[in-house]
C-alpha cells in the first residue's frame, strides 16, 4: 500500500526526492527533443530546466551519501500518497506549446509543495536547508516558466511558435477531419435520399444511411492512413489522421440519417433536410475558419455540391 509522506523517514524523503528530480529532468528533456525543431525556443528553455534538475539531483545524492551510505532505496511517486498521478504527455502524438508550458507549471508546483512539506519530516539541519533551498528554487522555476510565455511573446518567438502549433493542428486534425466531414455529409445525401423517396419508409432509408456512413468512414480512414507516413509531409501519425478522417466521415453521414428514426416518413424528411443545411454551414465555417477560404466563397462552393448530390438523390429515387 502506498504510503503518506508523514509515514516516510528522512532517508526515504531524499531517496524519494532523488527519484523525482531524476524523472523530472528526463521528461523535460524528451519534451525538448520531441519539440525542438518546431519550437526552438520552448525546447531550449526546458534543456536549461533539465540542467537545472540534473544539478538537484546531484546536490541531493551528494547529501545522501554523507548521511545514509551509498544505497538508495527506489521509491517513486506512485509509492506516495498525494501526489498527482501524471498522463505520459511526453508520449502523446501530438504535443502542443501550450500543453507543455501547462505541464511544466503542474510539476514545478507540485515538486514545491512536496519540498515545503518534506521539510517537516526531519529535525536533520543540513537536510532541512537543502530541502527548503530547493522548494524556493522550484518556486523560482514556476515563476521562470511563466516569464519564460512572456518573454517569448514580446521577443516574437512566442508568435512564430503559435503559428507553427496552428499549421501542425491543421495538417494533422483539421485537414484530414474536413475531409471525413465533407465526403460523409455530401456522398452519403444520395443514397440516403434516393432510398427514402424510392420507399418512402422511414426505416429504409436509416438501413441505407448507416451503411453507407458506416462504409464510407471505414473506406477514408484507411485511405487517409495509408496516404503517406506523414515524415516528410508534417502531417502527423497515419494511424491517427486515418481515425480522426473515419471518425468524422462516419459523423458526417449519420447526422442526416438519425432523423429517419422517426417513423414518419415525412417528419423525419424535413428534419434530415434541415441537418443537411447545418453540416454544410459547419463545413463551410470550419473551410473559412482553418483554410483561409473566403466565407461566402466556402459556403457557395459546399451548398452547390451538395445540392447537387441532393438532387441526383431524390431524382434516382423517384425513378
Same mark, same amino acid.
Given at each position: 500500500m502506498p504510503k503518506t509522506l508523514k509515514d516516510l523517514t528522512a532517508r526515504e524523503v531524499l531517496a524519494l526526492a532523488i527519484q523525482a528530480e531524476e524523472e523530472d529532468g528526463r521528461i523535460y528533456a524528451d519534451l525538448a527533443?520531441?519539440?525542438?525543431?518546431?519550437?526552438?525556443?520552448?525546447?531550449?528553455?526546458?534543456?536549461?530546466?533539465?540542467?537545472?534538475?540534473?544539478?538537484?539531483?546531484?546536490?541531493?545524492?551528494n547529501l545522501y551519501r554523507e548521511r545514509f551510505g551509498e544505497h538508495i532505496p527506489l521509491?517513486?511517486?506512485?509509492?506516495?500518497?498525494?501526489?498527482?498521478?501524471?498522463?505520459?504527455?511526453?508520449?502523446?502524438?501530438?504535443?502542443? *506549446?501550450?500543453?507543455?508550458?501547462?505541464? *511544466?507549471?503542474?510539476?514545478?508546483?507540485?515538486?514545491?509543495? +512536496?519540498?515545503?512539506?518534506?521539510?517537516?519530516?526531519?529535525?536533520?539541519?543540513?537536510?532541512?536547508?537543502?530541502?527548503?533551498d530547493l522548494a524556493a528554487e522550484e518556486s523560482r522555476h514556476y515563476a521562470l516558466a511563466e516569464e519564460m510565455d512572456e518573454q517569448q511573446k514580446a521577443s516574437g518567438a512566442r508568435a512564430k511558435e503559435d503559428m507553427s502549433e496552428r499549421r501542425r493542428f491543421v495538417l494533422q486534425i483539421v485537414q484530414p477531419g474536413l475531409a471525413g466531414l465533407m465526403d460523409g455529409s455530401v456522398s452519403t445525401l444520395a443514397p440516403v435520399f434516393a432510398a427514402a423517396f424510392a420507399t418512402h419508409a422511414s426505416r429504409d432509408a436509416f438501413l441505407v444511411g448507416m451503411a453507407a456512413s458506416i462504409g464510407a468512414g471505414i473506406s477514408m480512414g484507411f485511405a487517409e492512413a495509408l496516404s503517406d507516413d506523414g515524415v516528410l509531409s508534417g502531417r502527423g501519425h497515419p494511424l491517427a489522421r486515418g481515425f480522426v478522417c473515419g471518425l468524422m466521415t462516419t459523423a458526417g453521414g449519420i447526422g442526416h440519417t438519425l432523423p429517419f428514426l422517426i417513423s414518419n416518413f415525412y417528419y423525419a424528411m424535413y428534419i434530415a433536410v434541415a441537418v443537411?443545411?447545418?453540416?454544410?454551414?459547419?463545413?463551410?465555417?470550419?473551410?473559412?475558419?482553418?483554410?483561409?477560404?473566403?466565407?461566402?466563397?466556402?459556403? +457557395?462552393?459546399? *451548398?452547390?455540391?451538395?445540392?447537387?448530390? +441532393?438532387? *441526383?438523390?431524390?431524382?434516382?429515387?423517384?425513378?
Amino acid at each position: 500500500m502506498p504510503k503518506t509522506l508523514k509515514d516516510l523517514t528522512a532517508r526515504e524523503v531524499l531517496a524519494l526526492a532523488i527519484q523525482a528530480e531524476e524523472e523530472d529532468g528526463r521528461i523535460y528533456a524528451d519534451l525538448a527533443e520531441r519539440i525542438g525543431k518546431d519550437f526552438p525556443e520552448t525546447a531550449r528553455s526546458l534543456k536549461a530546466m533539465h540542467e537545472e534538475e540534473d544539478g538537484h539531483r546531484h546536490r541531493l545524492i551528494n547529501l545522501y551519501r554523507e548521511r545514509f551510505g551509498e544505497h538508495i532505496p527506489l521509491i517513486r511517486r506512485q509509492d506516495v500518497k498525494g501526489f498527482i498521478t501524471r498522463k505520459p504527455l511526453w508520449l502523446n502524438s501530438i504535443l502542443t *506549446v501550450s500543453m507543455i508550458r501547462n505541464e *511544466v507549471e503542474t510539476m514545478e508546483e507540485e515538486s514545491r509543495n +512536496f519540498y515545503q512539506a518534506a521539510i517537516a519530516q526531519t529535525s536533520d539541519a543540513a537536510v532541512r536547508q537543502l530541502l527548503g533551498d530547493l522548494a524556493a528554487e522550484e518556486s523560482r522555476h514556476y515563476a521562470l516558466a511563466e516569464e519564460m510565455d512572456e518573454q517569448q511573446k514580446a521577443s516574437g518567438a512566442r508568435a512564430k511558435e503559435d503559428m507553427s502549433e496552428r499549421r501542425r493542428f491543421v495538417l494533422q486534425i483539421v485537414q484530414p477531419g474536413l475531409a471525413g466531414l465533407m465526403d460523409g455529409s455530401v456522398s452519403t445525401l444520395a443514397p440516403v435520399f434516393a432510398a427514402a423517396f424510392a420507399t418512402h419508409a422511414s426505416r429504409d432509408a436509416f438501413l441505407v444511411g448507416m451503411a453507407a456512413s458506416i462504409g464510407a468512414g471505414i473506406s477514408m480512414g484507411f485511405a487517409e492512413a495509408l496516404s503517406d507516413d506523414g515524415v516528410l509531409s508534417g502531417r502527423g501519425h497515419p494511424l491517427a489522421r486515418g481515425f480522426v478522417c473515419g471518425l468524422m466521415t462516419t459523423a458526417g453521414g449519420i447526422g442526416h440519417t438519425l432523423p429517419f428514426l422517426i417513423s414518419n416518413f415525412y417528419y423525419a424528411m424535413y428534419i434530415a433536410v434541415a441537418v443537411v443545411a447545418v453540416e454544410l454551414a459547419v463545413i463551410a465555417w470550419i473551410r473559412h475558419r482553418y483554410m483561409d477560404t473566403p466565407l461566402l466563397a466556402a459556403t +457557395f462552393q459546399v *451548398v452547390v455540391g451538395g445540392v447537387l448530390v +441532393f438532387i *441526383v438523390g431524390i431524382l434516382i429515387g423517384s425513378a
